[in-house]
């Protein structure tokens, strides 16, 4: 259908969130200028970070990648890092990210598929071998049993000669946004929050080099939020860990400075970017302000940027190059530390190698082609931008009232409040889409034509029963009574108020399984039921 419901002449001019844009923008459109903009690398680091920014250092090229077994996924990291990829990024597969082992009957036909299946340490060394984890920052996506992979990784590490404090990297281990919008949960709210405070106590005193966390504003916005909502929940889920580490006795500037955020680049290009530049001022006021941050790195939000899943059309795929280059722009030019791209047959399967690698060139050519890393947040003093980023602003401490009148952010989710309201704001734009008020070309405009047979990656389903054999093989010949006694040792644990990681780590070296530590947490703290919400 060729809706032309859209005039460019009389049409509603919005964001893609739907603020009203005006037509021309001057000074008399932003306030206090010179305070709330300040320098790149200077409070409130509305410009970026650090003061060269790109001509210090560029962005982390950091490709999110896994599928099949830990052998095809540590293949295809090593393709990525021969072609330039700068980190990596651990893609895990549905029963890893919701703690079952690849053997259990819930897991049949998702081994592999989404991601990389990992069932125990072993496997985790055969996804990094031969690649120096000293060297390379690593990421992994990850969250409600993010202990138990961070106990994976420690050990495999340490097997392979690098101590945890030599290790850089992230776990994303955000835990509140999958109540909010992504739903991949294993225990209720609460131990959840315990169990992510252990483990962010423990890498604060282990891992200095190691962001425990990786607050991230990508799923809510997937989910259908607009920029405002994304900001807002992202950082008061972010304010919400930052309570619970001080609650623990933690300095502030003792974890601060290693909290790491990530957001989504959705297609809205002026949008995102205020998105970004207005994240960093609150935070940094935030911290300094109302935390009592004295360590200026503290002050620092720094990101991860991927371009937006929801963003890709199976229609007409090739267009997705454009939209990721597009959307990749703005997370250079909103500043992001790491960027991942997406591939254009993601709306189809997981990305093919050639799709991956025009991902990967896509952010080549912007970093070395097109001259914006030439000059640090060239976009600063815009008008335009800087309004839309006091927009933001504003917005976001609108959201924040209505979370602190509702008694913070675990019990607005509780109440699931911004579940709520994300499904509103899909609900419009969906509306929008399919009336043709907002274009999405191929799909309700210009849809003549087709791209050809897209190539796909295909799953093959032997990958499943491989993986079945290495996770059976690895229960027969471990120790099977130091399993027990430790799991025995970590049920009892969960009943008091100790701090569950060292059990863990433990664990993962006398080789239990993924599922059979959350199984022993199941055990005291029970599973999570959603209330669903319409
Ligand atoms: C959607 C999907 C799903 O769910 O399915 C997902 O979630 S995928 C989700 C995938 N998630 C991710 O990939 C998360 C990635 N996150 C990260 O990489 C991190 O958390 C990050 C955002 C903080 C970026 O860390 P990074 O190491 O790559 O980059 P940094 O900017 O920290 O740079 C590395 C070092 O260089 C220094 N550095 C960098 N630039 C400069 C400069 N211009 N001048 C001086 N120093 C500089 C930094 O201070 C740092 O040092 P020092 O180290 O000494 O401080």
Redesign the pocket.
């Known amino acids: 259908m060729s809706a032309i419901k859209h005039d460019p002449q009389t049409a509603e001019r919005t964001t893609l969130s739907g603020e009203p844009i005006k037509a021309v923008y001057g000074p008399e459109d932003v306030r206090e200028h010179e305070a709330n903009i300040g320098a790149p690398?200077a409070y409130p680091f509305t410009r970026g970070?650090?003061?060269?920014?790109?001509?210090?250092?560029l962005?982390?090229m950091?490709q999110?990648a896994g599928f099949g077994t830990a052998e095809e996924t540590n293949e295809r990291f090593r393709y990525l890092l021969d072609h330039g990829q700068?980190?990596l990024?651990t893609?895990f597969d549905m029963p890893s990210l919701m703690g079952h082992d690849s053997d259990s009957p819930r897991s049949l036909g998702e081994v592999g598929r989404?991601?990389v299946a990992i069932d125990t340490v072993d496997d985790m060394s055969t996804l990094f071998d031969g690649i120096d984890l000293g060297d390379v920052?690593v990421?992994m996506?990850i969250n409600a049993p993010a202990a138990m992979m961070m106990a994976f990784y420690v050990v495999a590490a340490e097997e392979s000669g690098v101590p945890a404090d030599k290790l850089?990297?992230?776990v994303?281990a955000d835990i509140l946004k999958e109540y909010i919008a992504?739903k991949e949960w294993c225990f209720p709210v609460d131990p959840a929050m315990r169990l992510l405070g252990d483990m962010m106590e423990w890498c604060t005193r282990n891992m200095p080099?190691w962001?425990p966390v990786?607050i991230?504003g990508?799923?809510i916005r997937?989910a259908g939020a607009t920029a405002a909502q994304e900001l807002a929940f992202t950082l008061k889920d972010g304010l919400t860990y930052v309570e619970q580490q001080i609650e623990r006795g933690i300095a502030v500037d003792d974890f601060a400075?290693r909290l790491?955020?990530?957001f989504n680049a959705q297609i809205d290009f002026f949008e995102e970017i205020a998105k970004y530049r207005a994240a960093r001022r609150i935070w940094a006021r935030e911290l300094r302000d109302t935390y009592g941050a004295k360590n200026p790195?503290s002050w620092l939000m720094?990101?991860?940027t991927?371009t937006a899943?929801v963003s890709l059309t199976a229609q007409q795929p090739l267009n997705n190059i454009i939209r990721t280059a597009i959307e990749a722009m703005a997370g250079v030019l909103g500043g992001?530390?790491?960027l991942?791209t997406n591939s254009y047959d993601e709306a189809l399967a997981l990305p093919t190698e050639d799709a991956v690698r025009i991902a990967l060139r896509t952010q080549q050519v912007i970093a070395h082609e097109t001259g914006v890393t030439n000059t640090v947040d060239p976009l600063g003093g815009s008008y335009f931008v800087e309004a839309l980023t006091d927009k933001l602003e504003e917005q976001a401490y609108a959201y924040f009232r209505k979370i602190d009148e509702l008694g913070g952010m675990v019990e607005a989710v509780k109440r699931n409040y911004p579940q709520r309201e994300i499904a509103d704001a899909a609900f419009e734009l969906q509306e929008k889409i399919d009336a043709g008020d907002r274009v999405v070309v191929g799909v309700n405009r210009y849809t003549e034509g087709d791209d050809g047979e897209t190539p796909i990656l295909r799953i093959d389903p032997a990958l499943e029963r491989k993986q079945i054999g290495r996770v059976q093989a690895v229960r027969a010949r471990r120790d099977g009574a130091a399993v027990e006694r430790t799991l025995a040792e970590l049920r009892a644990a969960a009943a008091t108020q100790a701090n569950l990681m060292p059990l863990l780590v433990e664990c993962a070296r006398v080789h239990a399984t993924e599922g059979e530590m959350v199984d022993a947490l199941q055990h005291v703290w029970g599973a999570y039921t959603e209330s669903p919400v319409f």
């Open positions: 690398g970070v650090y003061p060269t920014m790109y001509r210090g250092r962005w982390t950091r999110f700068t980190g990024s893609a989404e991601g920052t990421s996506t850089g990297g992230t994303q992504q080099r962001h990786s991230s990508y799923h997937e400075p790491s955020f990530f790195r720094r990101f991860h991927q899943g992001t530390q790491s991942h």
